[in-house]
């Protein structure tokens, strides 16, 4: 999707295309409007009779004479129904209705909301004249956008009739459903449902299929209030969406489910499944807490395996510190984020070296859990042990650095914060903006003695410098910066959102003591 500056250039070398007859240019040209979505398209028309002080993306009305207009070419009369002059696109209109080609089909519809009235009716009649499918493919998603703005409303209405008496309902609906154009497509599948075009039969056939999740939940509704047990069974229980697959469990009862389905969904990737899984396992007369164990400690894949340790966790059974550690230090990644997992509640001050190497090792995912379990357990480590990660080469552990100092809180998080603007690959101007002192609670001397040795060489300019001296309790440092405010700051750097509500509170908090 273009931004409007790069739209109106665009048009702009659109529309100088058309004045030299550049005819690969201009199919290049006609090749984008008809491509672009049909919300995109409008987009294209707003920004292009917007008003700007350069003058118009298309040129001035009158460089579109009768001869550029008279061009064989549709796509040079699309590109002037969207000029801002008024005479300009009522004369487009007229030449658009000769052609019908598809880039012909989407300028005159997009022209039934035009808010001038001679322009909107010649574009809606000639629009209801254009019935045959392949119009409708390219009408009707314009059509369907139009309709909640107000102008040209009613235009869908009149030409989905004109297309019905034409073809009949079910073709024409059957066409819209195979549309490109999303929320049409919707629109289409949903009017099925309402009418009664598409039975249960047909459903059931469409849903493997369906990649569009607001379509495919509509199927789901349609299965599960309408099919009988075993095509829910048979349908939902093997969906691709969780939602299927949970809603298959909940409609049907223990009676009604093969323990077989209910055994695999035991181990779903989805968390709500495994939950309904669970209660139709104990409805069935067996322990879902046994069931977890056999399969976690089983040779099934390391992923069946990880689901089952997380599905023995969600039962409150009990895991062995040893089993955790066990799976902490698998070579399997899955296993070993299982691991950490349910590592949060039974890690101690010996683990902390092996959790650290994990935050350091090069899998991502590994690394935020092993950096969560730390967190979790603050108690367990001292800033010192985050020294090798500050100090390491590699921009993304020194970013695993600062998110565990910063997630210490309190004046930890703006330390963290000042540190990280020393960075030479931190985002500083991000961080800048974001730097916020802790409220209501004064830094230790430790605290506040690092605070001003980064606050020194800090890339902020006087304000943001000011605030934070004095937020942190350093008056003297607050007049140092004071005294050197006429000399320029190196590397000067945006200010920390402040108010004066909050100068006030920092100043009084301090002058009080």
Same mark, same amino acid.
């Given at each position: 999707?273009?931004?409007?500056?790069?739209?109106?250039?665009?048009?702009?070398?659109?529309?100088?295309?058309?004045?030299?007859?550049?005819?690969?240019?201009?199919?290049?040209?006609?090749?984008?409007?008809?491509?672009?979505?049909?919300?995109?398209?409008?987009?294209?028309?707003?920004?292009?009779?917007?008003?700007?002080?350069?003058?118009?993306?298309?040129?001035?009305?009158?460089?579109?004479?009768?001869?550029?207009?008279?061009?064989?070419?549709?796509?040079?009369?699309?590109?002037?129904?969207?000029?801002?002059?008024?005479?300009?696109?009522?004369?487009?209109?007229?030449?658009?209705?000769?052609?019908?080609?598809?880039?012909?089909?989407?300028? @005159?519809?997009?022209?039934?909301? %035009?808010?001038?009235? *001679?322009? #909107?009716?010649?574009?809606?009649?000639? &629009? +209801?004249? !254009? $019935?045959?499918?392949?119009?409708?493919?390219?009408?009707?998603?314009?059509?369907?956008?139009?309709?909640?703005?107000?102008?040209?409303?009613?235009?869908?209405?009149?030409?989905?009739?004109?297309?019905?008496?034409?073809?009949?309902?079910?073709?024409?609906?059957?066409?819209?459903?195979?549309?490109?154009?999303?929320?049409?497509?919707?629109?289409?599948?949903?009017?099925?449902?309402?009418?009664?075009?598409?039975?249960?039969?047909?459903?059931?056939?469409?849903?493997?299929?369906?990649?569009?999740?607001?379509?495919?939940?509509?199927?789901?509704?349609?299965?599960?209030?309408?099919?009988?047990?075993?095509?829910?069974?048979?349908?939902?229980?093997?969906?691709?969406?969780?939602?299927?697959?949970?809603?298959?469990?909940?409609? @049907?009862?223990?009676?009604?489910? %093969?323990?077989?389905? *209910?055994? #695999?969904?035991?181990?779903?990737?989805? &968390? +709500?499944? !495994? $939950?309904?899984?669970?209660?139709?396992?104990?409805?069935?007369?067996?322990?879902?807490?046994?069931?977890?164990?056999?399969?976690?400690?089983?040779?099934?894949?390391?992923?069946?395996?990880?689901?089952?340790?997380?599905?023995?966790?969600?039962?409150?059974?009990?895991?062995?510190?040893?089993?955790?550690?066990?799976?902490?230090?698998?070579?399997?990644?899955?296993?070993?984020?299982?691991?950490?997992?349910?590592?949060?509640?039974?890690?101690?001050?010996?683990?902390?070296?092996?959790?650290?190497?994990?935050?350091?090792?090069?899998?991502?995912?590994?690394?935020?859990?092993?950096?969560?379990?730390?967190?979790?357990?603050?108690?367990?480590?001292?800033?010192?042990?985050?020294?090798?990660?500050?100090?390491?080469?590699?921009?993304?552990?020194?970013?695993?650095?600062?998110?565990?100092?910063?997630? #210490?809180?309190?004046?930890?998080?703006? &330390?963290?914060?000042?540190?990280?603007?020393?960075?030479?690959?931190?985002?500083?101007?991000?961080?800048?903006?974001?730097?916020?002192?802790?409220?209501?609670?004064?830094?230790?001397?430790?605290?506040?003695?690092?605070?001003?040795?980064?606050?020194?060489?800090?890339?902020?300019?006087?304000?943001?410098?000011?605030?934070?001296?004095?937020?942190?309790?350093?008056?003297?440092?607050?007049?140092?910066?004071?005294?050197?405010?006429?000399?320029?700051?190196?590397?000067?750097?945006?200010?920390?959102?402040?108010?004066?509500?909050?100068?006030?509170?920092?100043?009084?908090?301090?002058?009080?003591?």
């Amino acid at each position: 999707m273009l931004n409007p500056p790069q739209i109106r250039r665009r048009l702009g070398e659109s529309a100088a295309a058309a004045f030299r007859g550049d005819r690969p240019a201009l199919e290049d040209t006609a090749s984008w409007l008809t491509s672009v979505t049909a919300r995109e398209l409008l987009r294209i028309d707003y920004f292009a009779r917007q008003f700007r002080y350069e003058g118009p993306a298309l040129e001035k009305p009158e460089k579109w004479t009768r001869k550029v207009l008279a061009s064989p070419q549709p796509v040079v009369a699309a590109l002037a129904s969207m000029h801002p002059d008024g005479h300009v696109r009522e004369r487009a209109v007229r030449s658009l209705t000769a052609s019908h080609e598809p880039v012909s089909d989407r300028a @005159l519809a997009v022209r039934v909301s %035009d808010h001038v009235g *001679v322009i #909107r009716e010649t574009a809606a009649r000639e &629009v +209801l004249r !254009r $019935l045959t499918l392949d119009h409708a493919d390219q009408i009707t998603p314009l059509l369907q956008r139009i309709e909640g703005r107000g102008r040209g409303a009613d235009v869908l209405p009149l030409y989905l009739h004109a297309l019905v008496t034409e073809h009949g309902e079910a073709e024409v609906w059957a066409r819209l459903r195979s549309s490109t154009d999303r929320d049409l497509r919707r629109t289409a599948f949903r009017h099925s449902f309402d009418s009664g075009l598409l039975g249960l039969q047909d459903v059931v056939a469409l849903f493997p299929k369906e990649r569009d999740q607001v379509v495919s939940r509509q199927f789901i509704r349609v299965i599960a209030e309408s099919a009988a047990p075993d095509v829910v069974a048979r349908v939902l229980l093997r969906g691709r969406s969780a939602e299927s697959r949970a809603l298959g469990l909940v409609k @049907l009862t223990a009676a009604e489910l %093969d323990s077989a389905d *209910v055994e #695999r969904l035991l181990v779903d990737p989805s &968390v +709500l499944v !495994r $939950l309904w899984a669970r209660r139709r396992w104990q409805e069935m007369g067996r322990d879902p807490a046994t069931s977890y164990a056999a399969v976690a400690r089983s040779t099934a894949k390391p992923t069946v395996r990880a689901r089952a340790y997380a599905g023995l966790a969600e039962t409150g059974a009990a895991i062995e510190r040893q089993e955790i550690l066990d799976l902490v230090h698998s070579a399997e990644p899955p296993l070993r984020k299982a691991g950490l997992s349910l590592f949060r509640d039974s890690a101690t001050a010996e683990d902390v070296p092996l959790l650290f190497s994990l935050v350091a090792g090069d899998h991502s995912r590994v690394a935020r859990l092993a950096s969560e379990v730390l967190t979790h357990n603050p108690l367990l480590w001292s800033l010192s042990d985050l020294a090798s990660l500050k100090a390491a080469e590699a921009p993304e552990l020194r970013r695993r650095a600062w998110w565990l100092h910063r997630q #210490r809180g309190g004046w930890e998080a703006l &330390v963290a914060d000042l540190e990280l603007l020393h960075d030479t690959n931190a985002p500083v101007d991000t961080v800048a903006r974001h730097l916020a002192p802790p409220m209501y609670v004064q830094p230790t001397d430790a605290q506040r003695q690092r605070i001003a040795e980064l606050l020194v060489t800090a890339p902020l300019d006087h304000n943001g410098l000011v605030y934070l001296a004095m937020a942190a309790g350093l008056p003297d440092l607050a007049v140092t910066f004071n005294a050197r405010k006429s000399a320029p700051a190196p590397d000067s750097g945006p200010v920390p959102a402040t108010s004066r509500r909050q100068w006030w509170r920092v100043w009084n908090r301090h002058s009080s003591t």
